[in-house]
């Protein structure tokens, strides 16, 4: 079930890149779609573990298996193990958005996006922000005042200058994935970038040129002279406005 998920991430990337060529109905009933399979398969993937907890319970395990037990509990599952999606859903749950007992605020992820030198720990900052930028509603006074001061943080801590410079190739990461992971980090990092430069500018005329003086223009522009038919396009487009 989790390489399901993780192809749908895959194919969440490749409808984000192909946007331009998409009419904007089509590609929000795709995006719609995508989201549909993924809340479905992550409720079967919970069903799954659930009936698999009650099997166990049912009979008397063995001394062997309760050692086995005991073993698996004794060694933490960390952040390390886990991969882009799993990550990104984990800090999303810990995100501090107006909810109770959140852990992770956004100097966190900030400093995440600006510090770290591992791709899918930046990757997956940027895509918290960009769910939470989705799920908030721009109508409610409390929601538009919270997203007034994320982009105030994000400009002041220098998210925004990171995140130009990664599409721009300025940013190194560590080598430590091998050349496949290495490159789909890369590929949805950006996707994810080009995606957040959309939601904080779209329809903010005074932040597209706080986005301008911080490198984001200079940045989506490198982006699209690699990429001229990829996602950058748009992007570029609505900077330059």
Known sequence: MQSVLDGLKEAEAIVFNGKENMQ??????????????????????????????????????????????????????TENDMELNELSDLWEDQFDFDRPNAVRPLEDLIETITMDIEEKRVCAAVRVLNRALHRSKPDDPEDAERILKWKEN??????????????????????????????????ILCSEILELFTRLGEC?????????????????????????LGAGLPVLKMLRR
């Open 154 to 187: 994000l400009v002041e801590e220098g998210a925004i200058k990171e995140c130009a410079d990664i599409l721009a190739g300025d940013r190194e990461f560590s080598s430590t994935d091998d050349d496949d992971n290495h490159w789909m980090h890369s590929s």
């Open 204 to 228: 903010d005329a005074l932040f597209r040129t706080k986005l301008r003086r911080h490198g984001a223009l200079k940045g989506v522009e490198e982006h699209v002279k690699g990429q001229p």
């Open 24 to 77: 904007e109905e089509t590609y929000r009933q795709l995006c719609d779609a995508i989201q549909t399979v993924y809340s479905r398969a992550e409720a079967l993937q919970g069903g799954n573990e659930g009936s698999e907890d009650e099997e166990e319970e049912e009979g008397e395990p063995s001394d062997e298996e309760e050692d086995e037990e005991s073993e698996e509990e004794s060694v933490e599952r």
